[in-house]
């Protein structure tokens, strides 16, 4: 069974920065590996995604300040989130999703909290 468990979610003052890491429990080719986040009442939305090629793709929202990175060395996926603000404030969640069909995996999420 395919496991990505996220870990770096916390409690962080507006303007802040934190550092959210995925860890995979098995190499991911040919899989887009990303982050979202979902609010109470509202749908799983993207944050970030990089594709096994390299490409990244960023919600306008996160434009700028967030970064995602992926190390298939450790596989791990990192995702930097710097000038945090309280609209931030999120559960976020890794994904993998594979680039040729549907299989796709989901961790448990972390919570984000932005708030002063």
């Known amino acids: 069974q395919v496991q990505l468990v996220e870990s770096g979610g916390g409690l962080v003052q507006p303007g802040g920065s934190l550092r959210l890491s995925c860890t995979a429990s098995d190499v991911f080719i040919h899989y887009r590996m990303g982050w979202y986040r979902q609010t109470p009442g509202n749908e799983r939305e993207l944050v970030a995604t990089s594709g096994s090629g390299g490409t990244k793709n960023y919600a306008d929202s996160v434009k700028g300040r967030f970064r995602i990175s992926v190390d298939y060395t450790e596989n791990k996926i990192h995702l930097q989130m710097n000038s945090l603000q309280p609209e931030d404030t999120a559960v976020y969640y890794c994904?993998?999703?594979?680039?040729?069909?549907?299989?796709?995996?989901w961790g448990q999420g972390t919570q984000v909290t932005v708030s002063a």
């Open positions: 994904n993998a999703q594979y680039e040729y069909g549907r299989e796709h995996y």
